[in-house]
């Protein structure tokens, strides 16, 4: 499709096959396919990422996910996996080896940080932690051995942002690769290819799918990368369901309404929050009080549909207030019709010690909160009959 298309108009259109009559796109369930000769065979054993030869190898459903998602986010190719952390599991393989050393940001997804923490060691990897905020720690971080520097902006579950332009740069100069989570952000709000980042993740499950019925990942590139990827993920395995890709398809069409309706209904759960006095801090790049306000202008359409909040009863008054609200509903994921909150210090303490918690900034009575398709007014009254209760505004 033509690149000059606007994103509404690239979600509808940008898998078009002239061959397919069908509108809806149809489900290719069959693992495996069959070659008319043994030369069509042979041909097929040696293509690469063939639609129609195994599903480890590819599938012709994920094949138009794959277009799709990468004509949002302007990239050459993409490729889908089982899961988020598939995606970035396969990236880690494909790119890495012992003796290489990574600089990643302390504020990241749990998953990724237990990954970074516990296995890359294991096989030789070794990892620096910086605070994202502070491009020149990028700087101070890189040695002759690093490979990859990992983004995530903003960040899950604290929203913080890194200065994409600054470090794409800083990498460059030195030939080292990028690799940045898009997920909160979604292609509608950002375009990190556009920033300079080599490659691009999404944890499909949130709002690239929208609807809370899909576990899937993507990761996005040149064509030389995304043929690297391809390579280790035929031996790491983390194949994406026929089902799962036709149902991320489905709902990425609708990534742009959703995501609109999410960035206001976030920016104004936000600002309520923000002026509530049982409230301590409100974490939202929207917020003219956000530290980073201004880079989240310079580099962001929109602000997007996650925030998180503390309240300063700290943990007790975090767990009253989740329990008390009727409309979101007690979930650990984000980017769904229905709003969904959760302790984050609760969901990865399976992954994440109370010391690595801490060093990432999560305290225990953090909130986030991951705004669904509600009108902002409800979510705000039930907000507010929950902060009304007895311990809400208590010290700790």
Known sequence: MDSFLALETLLAHADADPEE?????????????????????????????????????????????????????????????????????????????????????????????????????????????????????FARALTPDTKLIMLETPSNPLLRLT???????????????????????????????????????HSVTKAISGHADVQAGIVLGS??????????????????????????????????????????????????????????????PGLPGHPQHDLAKRQMRGFGGLLSFELRGGRLAAEQLISALRLPVRSPSLGGTRSTLVRPAAMWSNELTEEELAEAGVPAGLIRFAVGLEHEADLIVDLGQGLAGPDSENVE
Not at 229 to 240: C, N, P, Y
């Open 21 to 137: 009559l069908s509108v809806a796109p149809p489900i290719h369930q069959a693992v495996n396919y069959s070659a008319a000769t043994a030369e069509e065979f042979d041909a097929l054993n040696e293509q690469s990422r063939p639609p129609h030869y195994y599903r480890r190898y590819g599938n012709p459903t994920q094949a138009r996910l794959e277009r799709v998602v990468a004509a949002a986010e302007g990239a050459e190719a993409a490729l889908a996996t089982a899961s988020g952390m598939g995606a970035i599991t396969t990236t880690l393989v494909a790119l890495l080896s012992q003796g290489d050393h990574v600089v990643a940001q302390h504020s990241m997804y749990g998953g990724t940080l237990s990954l970074l923490r516990d296995v890359a060691p294991r096989f030789g990897i070794e990892v620096t932690f910086v605070d994202q905020t502070d491009t020149d720690a």
């Open 163 to 201: 200065d994409v332009n600054a470090v794409t740069a800083l990498a460059r100069a030195r030939g080292i690769l990028t690799f940045a989570d898009n997920t909160v952000a979604t292609p509608f709000n950002q375009r990190p290819l556009d920033q300079g980042v080599d490659l691009v993740m």
């Open 223 to 284: 064509d030389e990368l995304i043929e690297r990827l391809w390579k280790a993920h035929t031996m790491v395995g983390s194949v994406i369901s026929p089902f799962d890709a036709w149902l991320a398809l489905r709902g990425l069409r609708t990534l742009s309404l959703r995501a609109e309706r999410q960035n206001r209904c976030a920016q104004a759960v936000a600002e309520y929050l923000a002026g509530h006095p049982a409230v301590r801090t409100v974490n939202y």
